[in-house]
């Protein structure tokens, strides 16, 4: 699978959208974009994923530029409950029982 | 509609011991995997079951073992405890399993709260 590239941390303060950016030059034709997060002491949470065009669902947006080398997740607006690891991973679509998480970036809202 | 559930969430073993971890997936659910996550290593595969058969296996040595019962609960076994086991153990389950063409939703995995094995 393509490796990913994501900062560290981010702050984000309540009510605001948080844009998560996530670096993924070695992708694949046939690799999606999925996005998870893990909030402390619970099991990772999926939030969305896409192939090539823009995404968006009850959680997130989803935003792949046109070359698919990079994306980015966005919360639109941002709650204290949505403080938590986020995990950008790319894989095959056929490659679904078998995920893999780097360190991920670490979002923390405030109020 | 119950989440996926594991047992126990916390465990202590000592080092040479063995231990069973459970995890009762979704209703319905026919898919088990399980992962294995530290936070030098983050999260890793270490197996996935469906319909009793374990149909995929990660890079772990042969001390990791598991099984999946008709029921489609699963248990997986660490024998000869180490140190480095200690982790959080995480199982996901889905609907089939599988990529095809009846939508995303039936094979996304949702994974249950883990177990926090801790190896002294």
């Known amino acids: 699978d393509a490796k990913t590239t994501q900062p560290t941390s981010m702050d984000c303060a309540e009510g605001r959208a948080a844009n998560l950016p996530c670096n993924h030059s070695?992708?694949?034709?046939?690799?999606?974009v999925y996005w998870y997060r893990q909030i402390h002491s619970q099991g990772p949470q999926y939030i969305i994923h896409?192939?090539?065009n823009n995404e968006t669902n009850e959680m997130a947006s989803l935003i792949i530029t046109e070359d698919r080398k990079s994306s980015t997740l966005i919360l639109p607006h941002a709650t204290l409950r949505d403080t938590a690891v986020y995990y950008c991973i790319v894989r095959p679509s056929s490659n679904d029982y078998k995920l893999s998480f780097g360190a991920g970036t670490t979002v923390t809202v405030r109020a | 509609k119950a989440g996926v559930t594991q047992t126990p969430r916390y465990l202590i073993k000592t080092r040479g011991q063995q231990v069973t971890l459970s995890c009762s997936p979704i209703?319905?659910?026919?898919?088990v995997s399980w992962y294995q996550q530290t936070p030098g290593q983050g999260l890793q595969f270490l197996f996935e079951y469906f319909s009793e058969t374990q149909r995929n296996k990660g890079n772990f040595p042969g001390r990791f073992s598991g099984r999946q019962f008709s029921n489609s609960r699963s248990e997986m076994n660490v024998s000869t405890l180490e140190l480095g086991d200690s982790a959080l153990y995480l199982c996901a389950s889905s609907l089939l399993g599988r990529r095809g063409l009846a939508g995303e939703s039936a094979y996304e995995q949702y994974f249950g709260p883990g177990t926090r094995l801790t190896v002294t």
């Open positions: 070695t992708i694949s034709g046939n690799e999606y």
């Open positions: 209703s319905g659910h026919r898919s």
């Open positions: 896409g192939l090539k």
